[in-house]
């Protein structure tokens, strides 16, 4: 009888942590997300070319949904949160690589900007706990 | 290295009478230019000359050597070189590509020295300062076919190197060389080998996109041919749903019809509308279900609600961001654009009529949602091919002309955000539990357009282009042979206010979908 208690509290505990986090996809522990270019602390002058990196993961279209893989998106200047749960919002601030890209043109105002990159699976959810780089910090002159 | 050559050439000669006196061999050939080495020269040609000598001197002889390669000339903006092995003159390349953009990084755009590489495997004969045959010829056009800090290999390199170097090659298909008779297959070697596989799989599903719009019209035309029996049928279930649909904000709007003539279109839907029943009057289902066929018999299938605009000229863009600059005058034609974007009742039939490809979920009177552009692009050609009427997607410029409303402000209703005009981040004291919400919630603006900013992000016909520099004054859509990414308009419920303004554009990629994105049509009269 108290084996049936506590399976019922861990399920009871357990199932509302699976609906909370339905989208959420590991990603493999070993993953790494990081930029090629810039390097943190970067002075650039005009526009430039992004690069992407993504370590013992694949790079895919948005809508494929094949284990261990995600498409890029880069955070331009962005300080909210990353809510798991919701798909990584579209906006001049969210930049979505759904086609598979792993650099971009990028053309920033001058000053200082942080840049971030989410990995999204193939619905644009971040993985849970989210594959993020690190936040780097540029300055356009 | 130059020894060893020497060595080779001299053995064959000892053993063999000379035959034209040329040795040949079989030879990995690098050949590498700087690319807009006349802009550098013109720039600050000591400095430019200076610093191509001292990269040769540290970077590219050394990277050379260390690879088991034989530097065979040097030009005023390149070199070529040969190797014996394939895997050592790829990875030299890549070691040169990766040093100079870690050279350039710290330099302004437009100091930067980039090479371009290709690497060719071919039997080539050899000479004491220069290497000659089509093998180096091709190696040279890979090169310039190479966009700047890039490396090109051919088909011949990429079987020898492709199981024993680890990174990406794209495959470029077979390209067509200036003087070489058979297509050459080209590859571009990418950093990053997960690149490969989403590049490919891209192309995969452009295909498989192309295909299903062509079944989309092909069945579209099918569909139009069928016994017209089978339409009548089709039209009777179709409308026998029809009291889930309110149309009451619709009803109380007749007014906004009034911008300008209307077209047949409109008097279509406006007849069809009085027939239609009230979602309480049940008896009159049946009455209705036999007079729907009726007004709608040169079709059976449920059209968008159109309003015709008159068009003429207007000012198009803002000085509210980058991308919305220059402002600029654009004429319109007349055409007409949809009340509302496609619903998911809309968008359903299609996917019934097997025109779209998926079929969406949500209310039927909400807005259909992530859909790309190719999506959007397959509703409209079913839509048209079974109406039979130049459904198509509205074009930028339309967009916005009918987003205005026929108002120069910021918002259509004015210059200040005003909550509870559209469906935006933070735009309303209440938190919407469903979204999207219904389609037609909020005011329409002076053209009776519904959901003109808010609600969901709608795809136009224009490829995206940055700002608007050069762009068409006509109202005609903005398109290039190939682009990846299209222009959305609107904003979303996800997106703040900003996003609601007219002027507000954006990009996503054409062949990729998001939950907050949708369309309307737009019809030339």
């Not at chain 2, 981040?425 to 004291?429: E, Q, R, S, T, Y």
């Given at each position: 009888m108290k084996i049936v208690r506590l399976t019922l509290l861990a399920a009871a505990l357990t199932l509302p942590s699976f609906a909370v986090h339905a989208q959420g996809k590991q990603a493999p522990k070993d993953a790494v997300l990081y930029f090629v270019w810039p390097q943190n602390g970067a002075t650039i002058k005009g526009g430039f070319w992004c690069r992407f990196g993504l370590r013992n993961m694949g790079v895919t279209h948005a809508g494929d949904d094949f284990q261990n893989s995600g498409h890029h998106h880069l955070l331009v200047d962005v300080n909210e949160p990353l809510d798991v749960n919701e798909p990584i919002p579209q906006d001049k601030n969210h930049i979505h690589f759904g086609a598979g890209q792993t650099e971009a043109r990028l053309e920033l105002a001058p000053g200082r900007h942080t840049l971030q990159l989410v990995l999204g699976d193939a619905k644009h959810y971040p993985f849970n706990p989210p594959l993020v780089s690190e936040k780097i910090t540029v300055t356009i002159k | 290295m130059r020894d060893k050559i020497r060595d080779i050439n001299s053995a064959r000669n000892a053993k063999l009478p000379p035959r034209a006196g040329t040795p040949r061999r079989l030879a990995a050939i690098v050949a590498a230019d700087i690319s807009g080495y006349s802009r550098l020269m013109e720039l600050d040609e000591e400095g430019t000359h200076v610093r191509v000598k001292r990269i040769q001197r540290d970077l590219v002889e050394p990277s050379i050597t260390e690879h088991y390669g034989r530097l065979v000339k040097t030009t005023g903006d390149g070199f070529i070189a040969i190797f014996d092995s394939p895997v050592e003159a790829v990875r030299c390349g890549i070691v040169i590509q990766q040093n100079m953009a870690g050279r350039n990084t710290s330099l302004p755009k437009d100091h930067w020295i980039e090479y371009r590489i290709g690497i060719n495997l071919g039997d080539v004969i050899i000479e004491e300062d220069d290497i000659y045959g089509d093998g180096v010829n091709l190696a040279s056009r890979l090169e310039n076919m190479a966009d700047p800090g890039q490396l090109y290999i051919s088909g011949g390199i990429y079987e020898q190197i492709k199981n024993k170097l680890v990174c990406g090659y794209e495959s470029l298909g077979d390209r067509k060389v200036k003087n070489i008779t058979d297509p050459v297959r080209v590859y571009r070697v990418l950093p990053d080998p997960a690149a490969v596989k989403s590049r490919k799989r891209r192309d995969t599903v452009l295909v498989l996109l192309i295909s299903l719009i062509w079944l989309g019209i092909a069945s579209g035309a099918l569909w139009y041919w069928l016994p017209h029996s089978k339409l009548r049928i089709q039209t009777n279930q179709v409308s026998s749903e029809v009291p889930n649909v309110t149309q009451a904000p619709v009803a109380k709007q007749p007014s906004q019809l009034s911008q300008s003539s209307i077209s047949p279109t409109i008097a279509d839907q406006q007849a069809r509308q009085q027939t239609q029943p009230l979602p309480s009057a049940a008896p009159a289902e049946k009455q209705a279900a036999l007079q729907t066929p009726l007004a709608t018999q040169t079709s059976a299938i449920r059209e968008p609600e159109m309003n015709a605009l008159r068009g003429g000229p207007f000012m198009m863009g803002s000085n509210d961001d980058p991308s919305e600059k220059p402002v600029h005058q654009v004429t319109i034609k007349p055409f007409a654009i949809s009340r509302y974007p496609i619903s998911v009742r809309e968008w359903n039939e299609c996917f019934a009529a097997k025109g779209c490809a998926f079929a969406a979920t949500g209310k039927d009177d909400a807005p259909v949602t992530n859909v790309s552009w190719s999506d959007a692009k397959q509703f409209v050609a079913w839509l048209a091919g079974s109406t039979r009427k130049a459904y198509r997607l509205p074009t930028e410029a339309e967009w916005e002309h009918a987003a205005r409303g026929g108002t120069q402000t910021k918002y259509w209703w004015g210059e200040e955000f005003q909550p509870g005009m559209a469906n935006c981040?933070?735009?309303?004291?209440t938190v919407v539990a469903e979204q999207p919400v219904k389609l037609g919630s909020f005011k329409p603006n002076p053209f009776g357009?519904?959901?003109?900013?808010?609600g969901v992000d709608q795809w136009v016909e224009d490829c995206w282009h940055k700002n608007y520099q050069g762009a068409p004054s006509d109202g005609s859509p903005w398109l290039d042979s190939d682009c990846t990414s299209h222009v959305i308009r609107s904003g979303s419920w996800k997106n703040d206010a900003r996003y609601v303004r007219p002027a507000n554009r954006d990009s996503y990629d054409t062949n990729v979908r998001y939950p907050t994105h949708g369309f309307r049509v737009a019809l030339s009269p």
């Open positions: - | 981040k933070n735009c309303a004291d357009l519904y959901d003109m900013g808010g």
